[in-house]
């Protein structure tokens, strides 16, 4: 079926640092995307999701950017904190309207 | 903010047991989903439904399955557990497809 793929699947970086992470995706037919952040032994949450109809999106420090021609999706968080140490997913719809597919997760620590 | 509540939190069985994951969501959803999270392999979709009575295949079906008894029901079945069905457990629930999707709290189940 079909997949998305995540990378890194750890990410460590220094507080007030930028982190990235990208996805790719199979079907040039997905048209949404959104991003999830799962907090040590809590439930995924949306954190912001862009539309195959923009290539960028950027609310409260976080950046998502869409390059449909790549079929490349990324997430850019700015000005880390420690608050942003968590599990991230990425999401693609698949094709015929079934449900999202997720990639595999990255894992983001922020030190001091 | 969306209601889904999964139970029980915690499962342990011994393989060839019989096992049921309950899900209840009190907003009115459509769509609701099984997932497993893994390790490596991140949020896999293992069955969903669009309606009371109604059933679709997710990725990793293979073991399970599931029932939607009433809009607001979603049981997931594991008639023969087997070790390899060890993981946590989210049920899932959306307006829409192609839209925010709201986690439950999930279930651990441990197979032994």
């Known amino acids: 079926g079909e997949q998305v793929e995540q990378l890194p699947s750890i990410l460590r970086v220094q507080e007030g640092s930028s982190a990235s992470i990208n996805c790719t995706y199979e079907n040039s037919a997905s048209n949404y995307f959104p991003w999830y952040k799962q907090e040590p032994g809590e439930n995924p949450k949306l954190i912001i999701d862009i539309r195959s109809n923009m290539e960028r999106k950027q609310t409260q420090g976080l950046i998502v950017l869409l390059d449909k021609k790549a079929k490349r999706f990324s997430l850019h968080i700015t000005d880390t904190q420690p608050g942003d140490s968590a599990m991230y997913f990425c999401?693609?719809?698949?094709?015929?309207?079934?449900?999202?597919?997720f990639g595999t997760g990255t894992t983001v620590s922020v030190s001091p | 903010e969306a209601a889904v509540t999964q139970s029980p939190r915690n499962k342990v069985t011994v393989t060839g047991g019989n096992v049921t994951l309950s899900c209840r969501q009190t907003?009115?959803?459509?769509?609701m989903y099984w997932y497993r999270q893994d390790t490596g392999h991140g949020l896999r979709l293992i069955h969903y439904?669009?309606?009371?009575?109604?059933?679709q295949i997710g990725d990793v079906p293979d073991g399970y399955k599931a029932t939607r008894t009433t809009q607001e029901d979603f049981f997931l079945l594991l008639e023969l557990a087997s070790p390899s069905q060890t993981s946590l457990y989210f049920c899932a629930s959306s307006d829409a497809q192609n839209t925010e999707v709201f986690f439950g709290k999930g279930t651990r189940l441990t197979v032994v």
């Open positions: 999401a693609a719809s698949p094709q015929g309207g079934r449900a999202l597919i």
């Open positions: 907003n009115s959803h459509n769509y």
């Open positions: 439904s669009y309606g009371a009575g109604n059933l």
